[in-house]
């Protein structure tokens, strides 16, 4: 018999029933090692951990478990091909006095994975009643087995659970589970002893919790509000994120108060959201340096060119300058500002506007005006500025 107990969030005492699991909703999980923790252990304490994130790692996909006994062979991704145990014991590191740093953090991790401690809180104390939270991973029903232990339970007078102890039947055959290794960790990670993976009640459960058609609805919080983003039928959403491009580009050419102002206008937002609420850019730190660059100014004109047929009406024509001048660049450290990059650097379309006389006008322009048309074309630039989008908070 093999079964598995839901934790109840970070509480290790009280179990959950169907229905009432939770579970991290994050596939990527990011970490890093402090100083002290280098200082400490060094390079060793980092392969350490760095190990037991690759056995973390090294769990297979629960759409892939099979449950078929008996399994194909012993290699086969298989329930029933996981151990009953999760550690083992080695006489010369307890001779040494070791302890197993890699144990330790694996322990702590799968702890989080919400999966509660089934040796100790299978029997639950509710209403003035006894209720199984340990259930079977193929069936789904309440169980009394712990990695294939018989578990039964005992009435104390207070204490932990109620006052309901676990215990095994079969003192020789005693359930454990990587899940509630963190909470015997004095015991069952003492000088000599270290884990070699998940048991077969740790698979299951993971498979029941960690399935895609898994799905369990709670009311939210007091004072929690749904916030839609980016709604094309919203006038104005909660929130409304900003192209990252955009916004890069514009904070190296303003200065702290115009960048403010201009973030705020709708020349930024756009003509379909008006009105909005934006909050205003906390500016944590600015850097101001110059560089040589270049000014350009673009004059436009009407003029006749000496082979313009007589009677043709002028030719727009642009006289551009440009002059090397000092110009400052900004750079902005913002306290209010999430940004979400989806490529760092990328080319970027920009579309030009120009304007030009045409020598046919058409047929219902008025008589003595001087026929135009505007051309637009697409270039495409280079820049370091990332793409994505950000949101101000």
């Known amino acids: 018999g093999n079964a598995f107990t839901f934790a109840w969030g970070t509480n290790r005492v009280v179990a959950n029933n169907i229905g009432e699991e939770y579970r991290w909703n994050t596939p990527l999980l990011t970490y890093a090692y402090d100083e002290s923790f280098l200082n400490y ?14 056995m973390m790692n090294a769990i297979p996909p629960v759409s892939t478990i ?54 100790d809180n299978a029997f639950q104390y509710e209403f003035g009643a006894i209720g199984l939270r340990n259930f079977d991973p193929i069936s789904r029903m309440p169980s009394k087995y712990v990695n294939g232990s018989l578990l039964s339970f005992v009435l104390q007078a207070g204490g932990v659970q ?10 020789m055959k005693p359930a454990v589970t990587l899940a509630g290794t963190i909470d015997h960790a004095a015991v069952r990670l003492a000088e000599g002893k270290y884990l070699v993976g998940p048991t077969r009640d740790d698979i299951g459960g993971l498979r029941e919790l960690y399935r895609k058609d898994n799905f369990n609805v709670e009311p939210l919080p007091p004072f929690t509000f749904q916030v839609v983003t980016n709604q094309p039928n919203l006038t104005n959403p909660a929130i409304f994120s900003i ?3 955009w916004f890069c580009k514009e904070s ?10 201009f973030v705020l206008t709708n020349q ?25 660059g270049w000014t350009t100014n673009v004059t436009p004109y009407l003029t006749n060119f000496p082979w313009t047929p007589v009677g043709q009406p002028a030719t727009l024509v642009y006289l551009t300058n440009k002059y090397r001048t000092f110009q400052p660049s900004f750079d902005y450290i913002f306290g209010n500002v999430v940004t979400n990059i989806h490529v760092p650097a990328d080319e970027s379309k920009v579309l ?4 030009e006389v045409i020598p046919n006008a058409p047929l219902w322009s008025v008589v003595g005006t001087v026929p135009t048309t505007t051309n637009y074309t697409t270039t495409i630039l280079n820049d370091e500025c990332p793409h994505g989008e950000i949101i101000i908070l």
């Open 268 to 292: 930024w937002w756009g003509p379909v959201h008006t009105n909005l609420n934006i909050p205003p850019l906390v500016t944590l730190k600015t850097n101001v340096t110059w560089e040589m």
């Open 41 to 54: 252990f060094g390079s060793n304490g980092v392969v350490a951990i760095e190990n037991a994130i690759r």
């Open 162 to 171: 109620g006052g309901v102890q676990s215990f095994p039947i079969d003192l």
């Open 66 to 119: 099979k449950t078929n006994y008996p399994p194909v062979d012993r290699k086969a991704v298989n329930l029933w091909n996981f151990p009953t145990r999760p550690d083992r014991y080695h006489g010369r590191a307890a001779s040494a006095r070791l302890l197993d740093m890699k144990s330790h953090a694996l322990a702590e991790l799968f702890s989080y994975m919400g999966l509660g401690n089934a040796e």
């Open 352 to 355: 030009y506007r120009s304007w």
């Open 252 to 261: 190296r050419t303003n200065t702290p108060a115009a960048f403010q102002q």
């Open 243 to 245: 192209d990252l491009r």
